[in-house]
């Protein structure tokens, strides 16, 4: 079975500055791993994903996440965030090979930029 | 153009009542998802089909029943509506293998008073 952390429910930030978002997940078996953000009253978008290759992945809206397969993260980071980046941002797993995409999410990060 | 859609965006219904919620994707997807967001936001599978076939049937309760009239469509009705039912319920798709990214819906608020 897969479990998903999201270390911090709640990440105040200053417009502009940098920010980190962390998951780690658990599993017996090789994932796919996948950061989606939900804005206020909407549904969820995909921001980006890890299946395979280069561990570095970038995403829409300028954030980019690293897999470290040793450590079994993959933090979301932006350099410069800005007041519409306010949100909740959720990690999620896949099993590779599972044939059907059953998303584990994690229990999600508000992240609230301010100005 | 939506993707996947929903109806009704918000539900107010009362204990015990039978309610449906109805989704729709334009994706030309062969599988289809609901997920349950609870109200600390905690989203968790509920079911999935693919080609109208049953794949995924997570520990739900049988009062909530799926239908798939066919590959674009997947339906939810729940029977004997009780409080603990309050939550925001997602459909999505996607196509098929896990390494392709599921599209939501934007969500059916149900609240059960």
């Known amino acids: 079975a897969q479990s998903v952390t999201q270390l911090d429910s709640q990440v105040p930030v200053f417009e502009e500055a940098p920010v980190e978002l962390r998951c780690n997940y658990s599993?017996?078996?090789?994932?796919?791993l996948f950061w989606y953000v939900q804005y206020p009253n909407q549904g969820l978008q995909l921001l980006l994903k890890y299946l395979s290759g280069s561990t570095l992945v970038k995403g829409i809206n300028g954030f980019e996440a690293e897999f470290n397969k040793s450590q079994t993260s993959f933090h979301l980071r932006k350099p410069s965030v800005h007041i519409s980046d306010t949100a909740e941002y959720f990690c999620?797993?896949?099993?590779?090979?599972?044939?059907?995409?059953?998303?584990?999410f994690g229990a999600g990060t508000r992240l609230a930029v301010h100005p | 153009d939506t993707a996947v859609s929903q109806t009704p965006k918000y539900l107010v219904t009362q204990m015990g009542n039978d309610k449906s919620i109805k989704c729709e994707q334009n994706l030309g997807h062969d599988t289809m998802y609901w997920y349950k967001q609870d109200s600390k936001k905690f989203l968790k599978i509920m079911f999935s089909?693919?080609?109208?076939?049953?794949?995924i049937n997570e520990t739900v309760p049988n009062r909530f029943s799926p239908k798939s009239p066919d590959k674009a469509h997947l339906n939810l009705h729940i029977n004997s509506l009780e409080l603990g039912d309050s939550a925001v319920y997602f459909c999505?798709?996607?196509?098929?293998?896990?390494?392709?990214?599921?599209?939501f819906g934007q969500g059916t608020r149900l609240t059960v008073v």
């Open positions: 999505a798709s996607s196509q098929g293998q896990g390494r392709t990214e599921a599209f």
């Open positions: 999620a797993v896949s099993e590779i090979g599972s044939g059907y995409n059953k998303l584990i």
């Open positions: 599993s017996s078996v090789s994932v796919y």
């Open positions: 089909y693919n080609n109208k076939e049953l794949i």
